[in-house]
């Protein structure tokens, strides 16, 4: 293989490490998110698991890229394994999403409708505004106790090692 296969190569791999160290830290996070219930430290942990997923995205993107670029240098494409890893890849980002990060964003609305009620609220609450509050902070703990952290760190982990597999073996 040529010297800037080697690169890519180099470089797909190197991603998925920054991948991991980013998405790492968010799923650390919704461990501890669903046993907080101090709102304002709630919305913390929200802001640094963004920051992770900030780097961990920008990292999907250069092992994505690299990956693609090196499936056409070394003529991967017209064989299973590489569709298989790229299909498991799509498939746990669906996953992911639909078991991690949707309730998270919903939790992100709720602290900003929160937020916004107290900041609205200059003079004494009122019944009516301390109601609202009290529904909106059962809604958030509600939606951190339907979390589900092992179950999709399991699942993540277990893909990825599928997908590391399929790599390194080739098997079809």
């Not at 791999?13 to 709630?42: C, K, M, N, Q, W």
């Not at 609305?109 to 003079?123: I, N, S, Y």
């Not at 004494?124 to 179950?151: C, F, R, W, Y």
Request: net charge positive; hydrophobic share 60%.
């Amino acid at each position: 293989m040529s010297q800037l296969y080697q690169w890519l190569v180099f470089l797909h791999v190197l991603g998925v490490f920054g991948f991991l160290l980013g998405h790492g830290a968010s799923a650390v996070i919704t461990f501890r998110l669903r046993r907080e219930r101090d709102l304002a430290r709630v919305s913390a942990l929200l802001d640094l698991s963004r920051s992770g997923n900030t780097v961990a995205n920008s990292c999907l993107l250069v092992f994505l890229l690299a990956g693609i670029i090196a499936g056409f240098m070394g003529n991967w494409w017209g064989q299973g394994w590489i569709w298989a890893a790229l299909g498991l890849l799509v498939a746990l980002a669906v996953a992911m999403f639909a078991l991690g990060s949707g309730p998270l964003e919903r939790v992100r609305a709720l602290l900003v409708a929160w937020e916004r009620l107290g900041a609205a609220t200059d003079a004494p609450e009122g019944a009516a505004e301390v109601n609202m509050k009290s529904s909106l902070e059962k809604q958030i703990a509600a939606l951190l106790d339907a979390t589900h952290p092992m179950l999709i760190s399991t699942l993540g982990a277990g893909a990825l090692a599928v997908i590391l597999w399929l790599m390194l073996f080739k098997p079809f």
